[in-house]
């Protein structure tokens, strides 16, 4: 079974400057989130879309982040403008639509560079 | 207000021996548990859970304990070997809302010795 897929892996941007992360999650699972991992930090939930229904986006900022989940499977997450803040890696995850499950596969990240 | 923590950044042991890694949770409608290990350059892997109904679940060298009156969890590594030398996180989710949601620690930092 493939595993949960992200690109680009690395990202360099200056500040102010736009960037897009793609994930595709693994094949049938309805749930996809994307986190926010500052380093030295625990992932923070930034979305979370069940199909393509946004559930949780209450840590999204939303001035500068935009993500959406095409059909129901692959998403995309946008900042524009970017801040030095931004500096992270950007984890992608999903979960099969099953009662009582709550496990989630990551994806192996993209680490987001604002100079 | 953090809602999971994991107090102890890092932790070094012998090959061989017992790790002990913490968690601690403050919000009282959690009602499971995960722990997920973490290599560098690579996303988190789901490791072993348990739910509020239970005190302990074991899987192989791995054994997490909860004790809700507490709101503590500790996953304890038996032997340790070291290839298990990551990052942990531990996880807390409410299991009826937001369905599969869950709240991170910070990560403890393990290594292992030879």
């Known amino acids: 079974e493939a595993g949960v897929a992200q690109s680009p892996r690395y990202k360099i941007i200056e500040k102010r400057q736009s960037v897009a992360f793609w994930c595709n999650p693994i094949?049938?699972?309805?749930?996809l989130y994307w986190y926010q991992q500052i380093l030295g930090q625990g992932p923070k939930l930034l979305i979370q879309f069940q199909n393509n229904g946004v559930v949780d986006d209450s840590q999204l900022p939303k001035d500068r982040f935009s993500a959406e989940r095409l059909k129901g499977v692959d998403s995309t997450l946008k900042i524009q403008p970017a801040k030095l803040e931004d500096s992270a890696v950007y984890l992608c995850a999903s979960s099969p639509l099953w009662a009582g499950v709550t496990e989630q596969f990551f994806g192996p990240g993209t680490r987001l560079t604002v100079l | 207000d953090q809602q999971v923590k994991q107090n102890s950044p890092s932790l070094s042991v012998q090959e061989g021996r017992i790790s002990i890694l913490n968690c601690d949770y403050t919000n009282s409608m959690f009602d499971y548990f995960l722990w997920y290990k973490k290599y560098p350059a690579e996303g988190p892997t789901f490791l072993i859970s348990?739910?509020?109904?239970?005190d302990k679940n074991e899987d192989g060298r791995f054994t997490v304990f909860l004790n809700k009156s507490a709101k503590h969890l500790s996953l304890h590594i038996v032997p340790s070997q070291p290839g298990d030398s990551a990052v942990y996180f531990c996880a807390a989710s409410e299991r009826n809302t937001n369905a599969g949601k869950s709240t991170f620690g910070d990560g403890t930092t393990l290594t292992v010795k030879p």
């Open positions: 348990i739910s509020s109904i239970k």
């Open positions: 094949s049938g699972h309805a749930t």
